[in-house]
C-alpha cells in the first residue's frame, strides 16, 4: 500500500487512471488558450459583442472544474481508500500491580499518593473496553494476587477501594504474582490466551522478595511488556512507625524505567493524581485499543456523486445541456 496523504489504498496502481483526469484538465486548459487566442484575432470587437452577447465566462469552467473532480474522486474511490484507524481488541488481559507499602502514604500528592493510586485505578476502568480482562496485584513486603483477571469491573473497584498499607517493597514479587495472574486469564475456544501486559505503580524500590532483574527477565521471556509509573516526588516524606520523626521517600524512577526497558514496556513519571490519570488513560488507550485499516471509499463515492449532481444540475441552468 503507498501512503498518500493520511490514506492508504488497496490497488495504488489504479491512481494512475488520475493521468486521464490530468489530461483531460490540460486538453481543456489548451482549447480555452486557442479559443480566447481566436477571439483576440477577431478585430471587430462591437461586431463580436453583437454576435455573442452573453458568453459563459466562469460559469463554464465552474462546471468543467466539478466534472474533472467527479472523476478524480470515482479514480480515488476505485483505488479503494483506506485509513488507519483506531478499534477495540477484542481480547487481551491487564494487571494493575498498586505499591501499598508504606511511603504510599506520603502527602505531596494531595490527598496522598495511595488515595491518589486509587482513585486514578478506577478512572482506568472506565478508559478501557469492557471486553479487556483486568486483575488485579497489591504489593508491600510480599505480592498478593487480588483479582483474577476478570471484567467484573465492579469486582475490581471494590478491591481497589479496600486496598490497605504495610511494610516493604517487593516489586520484583509484584511482576511474579502478575504473570501467574495473566495465566489465570480465560482463553479463547481455541484455548490460546490472550496477549497480556502489567502496569506497575510505585513509589519506591525493592527491599524484599525478588530482584527486579529477575524478574524483569522471567517477564521479557514471557513476552510480557511491564509499563511502570514512578508516582510521587522528590520531597514524599512519612512518618516513622517507630517514632514520630519523619522519612524522606522520594521516588526511584530510575529502578522503575529499567524495568520498563528489559520488558519492552513505557516508563512514566506522576506528580499529582491528574497527571496519574492522564497516564492511566495513555496506557488504557494503548493496551485497549489496536490500530487497523479501515477502507472509507464510501465517502470518495459520495463526495463524486454529489460532485456529479452538482455538475449536471449546474450546466442545465446555465446551458440548458448536460456536460
Known amino acids: 500500500m503507498t501512503p498518500v496523504l493520511a490514506l492508504d489504498f488497496i490497488s495504488p496502481t489504479r491512481l494512475w487512471l488520475l493521468l486521464i483526469v490530468g489530461a483531460l484538465a490540460g486538453a481543456y486548459v489548451a482549447l480555452q488558450w486557442r479559443r480566447r487566442h481566436y477571439a483576440v484575432r477577431f478585430t471587430n470587437v462591437a461586431l463580436l459583442d453583437k454576435v455573442a452577447p452573453k458568453r459563459p465566462g466562469w460559469r463554464r469552467h465552474l462546471v468543467a472544474s466539478l466534472f474533472l473532480l467527479t472523476g478524480a474522486l470515482q479514480v480515488v474511490a476505485f483505488a479503494g481508500p483506506q485509513k488507519e484507524s483506531r478499534i477495540p ?5 491487564v494487571i494493575l500491580a498498586i505499591d501499598v507499602s508504606l511511603s504510599m502514604d506520603a502527602t505531596d500528592v494531595a490527598p496522598s499518593r495511595i488515595e491518589g493510586a486509587k482513585e486514578a485505578a478506577l478512572s482506568f476502568l472506565d478508559k478501557i473496553p469492557p471486553k479487556i480482562n483486568v486483575g488485579l496485584v497489591s504489593f508491600n513486603a510480599r505480592a498478593i494476587i487480588r483479582v483474577a483477571p476478570t471484567t467484573d469491573r465492579d469486582l ?3 478491591s481497589i477501594s479496600t486496598l490497605s498499607l504495610g511494610n516493604g517493597t517487593a516489586i520484583g514479587d509484584a511482576i511474579l504474582s502478575s504473570l501467574e495472574a495473566l495465566k ?8 490460546t490466551q ?40 522528590p520531597d514524599g516524606r512519612v512518618k516513622s512507625p517507630e517514632s514520630n520523626a519523619y522519612i524522606q521517600v522520594p521516588v526511584d524512577e530510575a529502578a522503575l524505567k529499567a524495568i520498563a526497558d528489559a520488558t519492552g514496556g513505557s516508563s512514566f513519571g506522576a506528580q499529582s493524581t491528574d497527571e496519574l490519570k492522564s497516564i492511566y488513560a495513555d496506557i488504557g488507550s494503548a493496551v485497549g485499543y489496536e490500530k487497523a485499516p479501515r477502507e472509507v471509499t464510501r465517502y470518495f463515492v459520495g463526495l463524486a456523486m454529489l460532485a456529479g449532481l452538482m455538475t449536471a444540475a449546474l450546466s442545465l441552468a446555465w446551458f440548458q445541456r448536460l456536460p
Open 156 to 158: 475490581i473497584r471494590n
Open 184 to 191: 489465570a486469564a480465560p482463553p479463547d475456544e481455541q484455548g
Open 194 to 233: 490472550a496477549p497480556g501486559a502489567i502496569v506497575l505503580l510505585s513509589d519506591g524500590k525493592t527491599t524484599a522478595g525478588t530482584p527486579d532483574s529477575e524478574a524483569a527477565r522471567i517477564a521479557s521471556e514471557a513476552g510480557v511488556p511491564v509499563s511502570t509509573i514512578a508516582f510521587g516526588t
Open 89 to 93: 481488541r477484542e481480547r487481551a488481559t
